[in-house]
């Protein structure tokens, strides 16, 4: 089978190495070895390389969504006291200098950065706030919820928690980018061997053996375009 796709890599480099065993035999004691010292042993090595590379890609699409849905976690639980904490200042700091700088909330899909840079504002307002004279109504230090069980202190370890998160995610991105471009690597080493063996076969064999003919395919058939009709006179 050629290879169309990442995963074709692993049947055809089987069918390759079946091969090249069959040829080694034939040769005897002069067997194949590649211009850059590769012999088949090498090549089963580059294939044990690329199938622990697809076990590695296992775990660390599983780290990535596990961080994705921790952070998605952690907005949610964020967006919602940064709403509680700007309906309580709206409410009490109205038309006051501190209630005028209150941020806007982060729309659910505005990045984490936002996020971040949305409950510094609010440390520093809350801050503010705790050290100015309290509304009537209002006991300082600013404390939300029903029971007043959710402080300053309480927001300032959930934005901790949120960006600790927010750097996992990010981590694990970016493993899953370099183990893509270390698989795009080792891929085109493979690809560059294979071209290397059929040529070294038919220099060896000739053109003619039935190893030769027997060569597995490293990529699809080029489709033929079907040849236009003429245009029926009118």
């Known amino acids: 089978m050629p290879v169309s796709a990442h995963l074709d890599y692993k049947p055809v480099l089987d069918e390759f190495l079946a091969h090249w065993a069959m040829v080694d035999s034939a040769l005897g ?3 194949i070895v590649l211009a850059q010292g590769l012999n088949r042993a090498g090549l089963q090595a580059l294939r044990g390389d690329l ?4 076990t590695d890609f296992t775990h660390l699409e599983n780290d990535l969504e596990l961080a994705g849905g921790s952070l998605a976690l952690r907005k949610t639980a964020l967006l919602g006291r940064i709403v509680q904490f700007n309906g309580v200042v709206r409410a009490w700091w109205h038309g006051q200098p501190l209630g005028e700088v209150l941020p806007l909330a982060p729309s659910v899909g505005a990045a ?10 609010i440390l520093w307002l809350w801050n503010k706030l705790n050290g100015s ?3 009537t109504g209002i006991t300082l230090p600013l404390r939300l919820g029903a029971n007043h069980d959710y402080g300053r202190p309480e927001f300032l370890a959930d934005v901790t928690a949120f960006d600790t998160d927010r750097i996992a995610h990010e981590t694990a991105d970016l493993e899953l980018a370099l183990w893509r471009a270390q698989r795009d690597t080792l891929e085109r080493t ?3 061997a294979l071209v290397a063996y059929a040529r070294s076969v ?4 000739g053109p003619d053996a039935a190893l030769t003919h027997t060569l597995p395919r490293l990529t699809p058939p080029q489709k033929k375009r079907p040849k236009p009709q003429p245009t029926p006179p009118p």
């Open 29 to 31: 004691a002069d067997p």
């Open 51 to 54: 199938a622990t590379k697809f």
């Open 112 to 121: 984490p950065e936002r996020y971040l840079q949305v409950a510094r504002h």
């Open 133 to 135: 004279p309290a509304p």
């Open 190 to 192: 493979i690809h560059q």
């Open 202 to 205: 038919i220099a060896r064999l």
